[in-house]
Each structure stands twice: as structure tokens, then as C-alpha cells.
């Protein structure tokens, strides 16, 4: 690949600067993978409206660029983003919206419809988004979608063209996700999570609507009532606003055996992965699913349901519930707990099959796209 003289790539970087979700994660990882591969561009410029977290650690080609605003950060996207940014160079936005009426190349990635799923979200914010992410697909030079399904719902909701959308999958870091043979070191993480070693079940993510969190905890509720199971349970990412879990937990009588994390570094959540029986991610839809793959990186037995994209990658790596309410969920943990033979073969099926989402290939065939743009 030949280099091209002083070009450099911009990164809408707004996801990282606000509470740290999957594409926040995304960013990072395309960072990550560009810098240790040949790329035509000299340098590549995050922009954010306000200085990086501490946790946020770039590469070392990799320049943070803050534009300061007071303005809305819809409103920084448009007009402070593309006056900064000019109108030369390939723009870069990971997080659905591009300033539409800016002149520079854009790629675009989405990763999942509001519209597919209107019950999770309130009218108001359906139609913001709806209007942002469709007039900022059109305008996309390069349009990439993390899942078959996704690039569905684009199609059939903003009205462009199959051949224009690029589905380009989210990955995982397997060198960082991976199984960990080392019982004592598990073992260890337990007892610091609960005072003593015992089994736990996992989820991770937001706990917004569609991923059916209260009717899991139910479901943990009565396998704990009916079952005497002596698992706890651990919800990383539960500290967003709004996301009010304590009084259910409360009212179903679980404060001692449910532990609920906000944002966790990822060494903490590589080590959940691997020290809980079962991890369960019940969403009812889903652009991709990043903490399915994670898990099944890391050979952990898991539940999620059978829709959406969950499909395209987890079919036969991971048990597929129907449905996403507590009577289903608590059938599905039973069947996978009480079968040795089940959890075994999510193993050694969900770590192969994770590999082929290494983030290297993903980022590599992220560039090849971007690349076309100059």
C-alpha cells in the first residue's frame, strides 16, 4: 500500500468522552489495530468536544484534537466537527451521525436500528435519531453496518440502496479475551468479588429495555427460591442514569447475592468471563452483540436469545432462548447448568468461532474501505 504525502484521517471521537458503551470500545480497538498495521495516513485526529477520560489511552499515532463547545453535542457534531475538521480529508464517524452538510469524505458506520425496535425507546427520541441517522446514511461516501440483519433494517427504514451499505462485523480482542486455564487465579478473583469462592452468573452491558434485565433477575430470583442454587449474580454496566435496579432487587429479595458494577476496565471484565458457571445476555434486538462474542472468546457457557444478529455469529456457539421473559430464561439457565455436555461444547465451539472476529481482521477490512476515499 503506498503512502500518500501528509494525509491524515478524522476520527469523530464523541462516543469517548461520554459513559463508555460498545462503540466507545469500538473506537478504541479500529485506534488500536491501525497503529500496528501500514496505513496511508500520517496521522489520524480524534476530535471530542472535551479532554479524554484518563482511561482512554490513544496510540501513539493517534492525536486527540478537543474542539471546545458549550453547544449541544448534536450541535458540535454539525458545525464545530466539519469546521475543524475541513474538507479534504476522510472523516472517519463511528457512532451513526456525520455532519451532513460538510464537503470532506465520510464513512459511516450504524450499528442498529431504532426503528426495528420502537418499544425500547420513547417517541421523542425515535424521531431525533431517526431523522440524524437516515440523512446522515445518505450522505455517507462509504457506509458500513456490523450485521446482515442491520443492513436489513437500513434498507427497509431509510430507503438506500443494498449495494450501498458495507457489512463490516464488530470484533474481539482475542489476545485479551481468551480462556484462562488457571483455576487459582479464578479463584482468587471470586473470593475478592464475594469474600469467598462461589459460582456466579454474569451479565454485561447496559441494562436498557430490550435486554430483558428484570425478567432475568426474576428468573434468577426463583432459581435461587426453587432451586437452592448457591450462585450469585454479577450485572457489569449498571450504573447508567436511569437505570434504577436496586428497588427490583430489593422487592425480589436478592440485596446479598446480586453485585451490580458500573463501568469496569477490561482485565476485570476478561476475568468475569471466565470465573462465572454462565453468562446471559437476553436482548431482543441487537445490532451485533459485543459482550456475546466476548464471551464466547473466553469459553464462557452462554444464553442469549435467537433473533436479530445474534444469529449470524452465536447459532450453535451459545444456547438460543426463544423468548426473553423470566419463565424462558429460567428454563434456559436450569437446561445449561444441568448439562455438563451443553457447556463443553460451547467451549469448544465459541472460542474458534470468536477468532474469526479478531479485531486486526475487522480493522483491516474497515481501512481497505476507508482507503478507497482518498
Given at each position: 500500500m503506498s503512502r500518500a504525502s501528509s494525509t491524515f484521517l478524522g476520527v469523530n471521537g464523541i462516543r469517548l468522552v461520554a459513559p463508555i458503551s460498545g462503540v466507545a470500545r469500538y473506537i478504541e480497538n479500529m485506534l488500536r489495530c491501525w497503529s500496528q498495521v501500514e496505513n496511508p495516513f500520517d496521522e489520524t485526529r480524534v476530535y471530542t468536544p472535551r479532554p479524554l477520560p484518563t482511561q482512554v489511552v490513544l496510540p501513539s499515532k493517534v492525536r486527540s484534537v478537543v474542539v471546545p463547545s458549550r453547544a449541544p453535542y448534536a450541535v458540535w457534531e454539525q458545525l464545530h466537527l466539519p469546521r475543524q475538521h475541513g474538507s479534504r480529508a476522510v472523516l472517519f464517524c463511528p457512532s451513526y451521525v456525520a455532519p451532513i452538510w460538510t464537503k470532506c469524505p465520510l464513512v459511516v458506520v450504524h450499528h442498529g436500528s431504532y426503528e426495528a425496535y420502537p418499544q425500547a425507546f420513547p417517541w421523542w427520541r425515535r424521531q431525533k435519531a431517526y431523522w440524524a441517522y437516515k440523512y446522515s446514511a445518505r450522505r455517507a461516501d462509504r457506509l458500513i453496518t456490523v450485521s446482515e440483519h442491520s443492513k436489513r433494517d437500513m434498507v427497509k427504514f431509510y430507503g438506500i440502496s443494498s449495494a450501498k451499505c458495507h457489512v463490516i462485523p464488530v470484533g474481539v480482542n482475542t489476545s485479551h479475551f481468551r480462556?484462562?486455564?488457571?483455576?487459582q487465579q479464578l479463584a482468587d478473583f471470586r473470593r475478592r468479588m464475594f469474600g469467598e469462592d462461589v459460582p456466579f452468573i454474569l451479565y454485561v452491558g447496559k441494562p436498557v429495555k430490550r435486554r430483558n434485565l428484570p425478567a432475568l433477575l426474576e428468573a434468577y430470583a426463583r432459581l435461587v427460591r426453587e432451586r437452592r442454587l448457591p450462585h450469585r449474580f454479577v450485572c457489569i454496566g449498571s450504573d447508567l442514569p436511569g437505570m434504577h435496579l436496586a428497588p427490583l432487587i430489593k422487592q425480589l429479595g436478592l440485596e446479598q447475592r446480586v453485585t451490580l458494577i458500573g463501568h469496569a476496565a477490561h482485565d476485570f471484565i476478561a476475568l468475569a468471563y471466565n470465573s462465572c458457571s454462565l453468562f446471559v445476555y437476553p436482548s431482543s434486538y441487537e445490532g451485533f452483540g459485543?459482550?456475546?462474542l466476548e464471551a464466547m472468546?473466553?469459553?464462557?457457557?452462554?444464553?442469549?436469545?435467537?433473533?436479530?444478529?445474534?444469529?449470524?455469529?452465536?447459532?450453535?456457539?451459545a444456547f438460543l432462548a426463544e423468548r426473553g421473559d423470566a419463565m424462558t430464561l429460567f428454563q434456559a439457565m436450569v437446561e445449561v447448568l444441568d448439562n455438563p455436555d451443553w457447556r463443553d461444547r460451547m467451549r469448544r465451539i465459541g472460542v474458534p468461532r470468536a477468532q474469526n472476529y479478531d479485531w486486526s481482521l475487522i480493522a483491516e477490512r474497515t481501512m481497505k474501505l476507508i482507503v478507497e476515499l482518498i
Open positions: 480462556p484462562i486455564d488457571e483455576p459485543m459482550p456475546v472468546a473466553c469459553g464462557t457457557p452462554t444464553i442469549t436469545l435467537g433473533n436479530t444478529s445474534l444469529l449470524e455469529f452465536a447459532d450453535g456457539a
